[in-house]
Structure formats: structure tokens, C-alpha cells
């Protein structure tokens, strides 16, 4: 059984770096080409080349269903020896407690699993970084918190500094990064999909294009279950109904279940993420 969600996140310290962390490794770039040897160096630190790339949202999700999807995530990687990827922000609402979100959850694998699972976060800048309150790091007006529990962040900014990237804006330099070490013949990718929306609906698409498994969490919500429900009865995703299924994309989404972790876990070993 996974540890509660709650022990292994700082739900009352919600920007505190932890102490199995130490320091987060922050890179500021605008070509994610630049800093190949930097990520390169860092990422050869995991165990195994294996990478997951963590995608979705919680929206319609209160503290307690989030805190049951880092639970879901944690118990279904347990023998998981690799690198998690996710988005970099974290929440915390006016009462100061974390609100966990999907880009939590590669903090949440390294706090259960060590130095098994190697951690990175990617995220575009949306807005004017500054430093607030005793020296914290927000990355936009809105004070949006840097994920403090990853190894390493990157943020990709425009070239010119007046200017500003949308919130997808970090999508394609993550491809591009983690298909480069694909293509190095010596890493395999996949990518987690739970709930999320159109963004992700894109992602998970990427993915499955370029030849990554995609295991979909059924019964999660949004973005997962309108792609299952394309994938089972052809149902057109609202505002993606461009996006169909050939059968070389279709063998790319793996169904998953909501209400059973080891669904997920089973994926995983079938597709050599985890090897029991």
C-alpha cells in the first residue's frame, strides 16, 4: 500500500524545498538546445534510461481527490527506477496549505522512492519573475510558486525579455529534449494522462506521434476520458475534432482505471517501465 499522500508532501510548508532535495538545479533558457550537455549530465543520474512524462489537471477536484490521485500515482510506480517529468508550478490557496495538482506528483515519487526516481520539471514563463516576501522565486504577477520538490527545473522563456510565452509554451522544447535522447538509442519515453484539458489533449497526441505508449487514466475526467471515449466508440474530442485515431495511433493509448492503481502498474510492466 502507498503512503498517505499527505506524509509525503510539506501540505503545511508548501514552498519548502525537502530535505531529501536540498537544492533545486534551475535553468532559465530559450532554446532547450543550449543547455543539452546540462540536462544531458543531469539526467544521467537515473538508474535506468527510462522517463515518464506526467501530464493532466485537477480541475473539479477537491484537496482530498488530489491527495487520492498522488496516492493512485505513487502506489502504481512502486519498482519504478527512472526519470518523472511534469509541469513546474505548485499551488498553494489563501489558507497556506498545499493544494496538490498534477505537478506534484514527481515530487511525491522522489519523496517515497529516493534516489530511484530522478525528477525534472519544465515550465514556460508567462510572466515577470521576481523574487516576493523573504527571497521566494514567483514566476509570474499572479505569484505563481516554482515546484520545490523536482532535482531540476527548466524554464523556457522567449528570446526577447519584454516578451511572454503561453502556458503550452514549454510543450514542444520538452519534446524536442526528450526525443533527442531517444534518438541517442539509449531512452524510452512514455506519458501519464489524468484528467486535464485541451493542452493536454495536445500533449497526449504528441506523444502518441512520436511513437511514445500513452497510458490514459480512465474515469479521471476530462481531457482522459473524452480521449478514451474517442478511442472506444469514436467520439469527437470538442474543439480537437480534427484529431482521429489511425490504427499506429490507436496501439499508442493504453486505458487505465481510475479506481485501480495496478492497472496502471500492469501498464507499466508491460511496457519495461518497471521490471518485477
Given at each position: 500500500?502507498?503512503?498517505?499522500?499527505?506524509?509525503l508532501l510539506?501540505m503545511s510548508h508548501?514552498?519548502?524545498?525537502?530535505?531529501g532535495i536540498?537544492?533545486v538545479?534551475?535553468?532559465?533558457?530559450d532554446d532547450?538546445?543550449?543547455?543539452?550537455l546540462?540536462?544531458?549530465?543531469?539526467?544521467?543520474?537515473?538508474l535506468?534510461?527510462?522517463?515518464?512524462?506526467?501530464?493532466g489537471?485537477?480541475k473539479?477536484?477537491?484537496?482530498?481527490?488530489?491527495?487520492?490521485?498522488?496516492s493512485?500515482?505513487?502506489e502504481?510506480?512502486?519498482?519504478?527506477?527512472g526519470f518523472?517529468?511534469s509541469?513546474a508550478?505548485?499551488?498553494a490557496?489563501?489558507?497556506g496549505l498545499l493544494?496538490?495538482?498534477?505537478?506534484d506528483?514527481p515530487?511525491?515519487?522522489?519523496?517515497?522512492?529516493?534516489e530511484?526516481?530522478?525528477?525534472?520539471?519544465?515550465a514556460?514563463?508567462?510572466?515577470?519573475?521576481?523574487?516576493?516576501d523573504?527571497?521566494r522565486l514567483v514566476?509570474?504577477?499572479y505569484?505563481?510558486?516554482?515546484?520545490?520538490?523536482?532535482?531540476?527545473?527548466?524554464?523556457?522563456?522567449p528570446?526577447?525579455?519584454h516578451?511572454?510565452?503561453?502556458w503550452d509554451?514549454?510543450v514542444v522544447?520538452?519534446?524536442?529534449?526528450f526525443?533527442?535522447?531517444i534518438?541517442?538509442?539509449?531512452?524510452?519515453?512514455?506519458?501519464?494522462?489524468w484528467?486535464?484539458?485541451l493542452i493536454?489533449?495536445?500533449?497526449?497526441f504528441?506523444?502518441a506521434?512520436?511513437?511514445?505508449?500513452v497510458?490514459?487514466v480512465?474515469?479521471s475526467?476530462?481531457g482522459?476520458?473524452?480521449?478514451?471515449?474517442l478511442?472506444?466508440?469514436?467520439?469527437?474530442i470538442?474543439?480537437?475534432?480534427?484529431l482521429t485515431?489511425?490504427?499506429?495511433?490507436?496501439?499508442?493509448?493504453?486505458p487505465?482505471?481510475?479506481?485501480?492503481?495496478?492497472?496502471?502498474?500492469n501498464?507499466?510492466v508491460?511496457?519495461?517501465?518497471?521490471?518485477?
Amino acid at each position: 500500500m502507498a503512503p498517505d499522500a499527505s506524509e509525503l508532501l510539506p501540505m503545511s510548508h508548501p514552498y519548502r524545498i525537502p530535505a531529501g532535495i536540498g537544492r533545486v538545479r534551475f535553468v532559465v533558457t530559450d532554446d532547450i538546445a543550449k543547455v543539452g550537455l546540462t540536462v544531458g549530465a543531469f539526467m544521467s543520474r537515473s538508474l535506468r534510461r527510462l522517463g515518464i512524462r506526467l501530464t493532466g489537471g485537477c480541475k473539479g477536484m477537491d484537496r482530498t481527490d488530489k491527495l487520492d490521485m498522488i496516492s493512485y500515482f505513487v502506489e502504481s510506480f512502486e519498482g519504478f527506477e527512472g526519470f518523472a517529468s511534469s509541469g513546474a508550478t505548485r499551488n498553494a490557496p489563501s489558507d497556506g496549505l498545499l493544494d496538490p495538482m498534477v505537478t506534484d506528483i514527481p515530487a511525491a515519487l522522489a519523496a517515497a522512492y529516493g534516489e530511484r526516481v530522478l525528477t525534472l520539471s519544465t515550465a514556460p514563463r508567462t510572466g515577470e519573475m521576481a523574487l516576493v516576501d523573504d527571497g521566494r522565486l514567483v514566476l509570474d504577477e499572479y505569484n505563481t510558486a516554482p515546484q520545490p520538490g523536482v532535482h531540476m527545473t527548466i524554464i523556457i522563456q522567449p528570446e526577447f525579455a519584454h516578451d511572454v510565452l503561453n502556458w503550452d509554451g514549454d510543450v514542444v522544447p520538452y519534446f524536442r529534449m526528450f526525443n533527442e535522447f531517444i534518438r541517442s538509442g539509449s531512452w524510452k519515453f512514455g506519458m501519464t494522462v489524468w484528467n486535464g484539458g485541451l493542452i493536454t489533449i495536445d500533449e497526449a497526441f504528441k506523444a502518441a506521434s512520436f511513437g511514445w505508449p500513452v497510458f490514459v487514466v480512465q474515469g479521471s475526467g476530462r481531457g482522459a476520458d473524452q480521449i478514451i471515449d474517442l478511442l472506444q466508440d469514436g467520439t469527437p474530442i470538442p474543439e480537437r475534432e480534427q484529431l482521429t485515431l489511425n490504427d499506429k495511433l490507436r496501439q499508442q493509448f493504453i486505458p487505465v482505471q481510475r479506481d485501480d492503481p495496478m492497472t496502471l502498474r500492469n501498464a507499466l510492466v508491460a511496457q519495461e517501465f518497471i521490471t518485477i
